[in-house]
């Protein structure tokens, strides 16, 4: 930015507000501007979560609001990106589903007794909806149970709140350790093949964190997350079927199946404009 105006790092055109461009250098002060030479603005940029937000229309669907990002009396870290050959819409309905916990996550905090999925609460909301959960854990992120002095064997409570089209808040509320987790997902589609999931981590500890503890800490999700991700990286096919009959579902899936049908709904209000 050069004051208020855009400058191309190329050859340093600059553009105003409205994308008229404003100075072109190699013509020199008196040269005649194109009429032509503008770039078409988008509907809408925001700069919001860590990201930059560009809506190139009148957006179907609005910005997911997070109350609770940047609370300071959270411990806040940003993970690494993970760009790649993805489905941004498979990626979100990954993070979705609870039936695969017990199996892709059995070498962290997934357990047996959670192979049956929960009961899961879901409650709709504008282009989005939450759901509430509780399923049996392996409590591998818990120091005071490592050490035996609790019970590996615990359970959390889940509050999943997704947002159309790719953004999801996940809380983790953990009765028996103490504390809460935040986990924000924000898939970005970058071409048909190639996607990038941004994620960020908010912690509530009691007594707070030492740099060892939340190094610890750190490396238990970024493992979780890598069982996803090396998962998600086999697929051949990226697409995420969105009819009912599409897919063979079952009452596990709720969550999901609520999911595509919003999907289907901005499709169909994206066709009608």
Request: glycine letters at 10%.
């Amino acid at each position: 930015m050069i004051g208020d105006q855009l400058e191309c790092a190329y050859h340093g055109w600059r553009f105003d507000r409205n994308g008229h461009c404003a100075l072109i250098p190699a013509v020199g002060p008196d040269g005649r501007i194109p009429g032509s030479a503008r770039a078409d603005a988008a509907w809408g940029v925001t700069e919001r979560y860590g990201l930059i937000w560009i809506a190139p229309q009148e957006p179907v669907v609005p910005l997911i609001d997070l109350p609770d990002w940047d609370d300071p009396s959270r411990t806040q870290v940003e993970m690494e990106v993970h760009t790649g050959r993805y489905g941004a819409a498979l990626l979100i309905d990954n993070q979705l589903d609870m039936a695969h916990f017990a199996f892709l996550h059995a070498g962290t905090f997934g357990t047996p007794d959670g192979q049956i999925a929960p009961t899961a609460e879901i409650i709709g909301a504008a282009w989005g909806f939450t759901v509430n959960a509780q399923i049996p854990i392996t409590a591998g992120n818990d120091p005071a149970a490592l050490r035996g002095e609790r019970p590996t064997a615990q359970y959390r409570k889940m509050t999943y709140r997704y947002q159309a089209p790719f953004s999801l808040e996940l809380r983790l509320d953990y009765p028996i350790m103490g504390g809460s987790t935040l986990i924000w997902f924000f898939a970005q589609p970058e071409t048909e093949d190639r996607c990038s999931l941004h994620t960020t981590l908010s912690f509530q500890q009691p007594g707070g964190f030492s740099a060892a503890q939340l190094n610890e800490r750190l490396k238990f999700e970024h493992q979780i997350l890598t069982e996803d991700m090396d998962l998600q990286a086999r697929f051949e096919d990226l697409s995420l079927p969105l009819g009912p009959g599409a897919e063979t579902h079952t009452r596990a899936d709720r969550p999901s199946i609520e999911y595509r049908r919003i999907l289907r709904d901005i499709l169909s209000n994206v066709g009608q404009g």
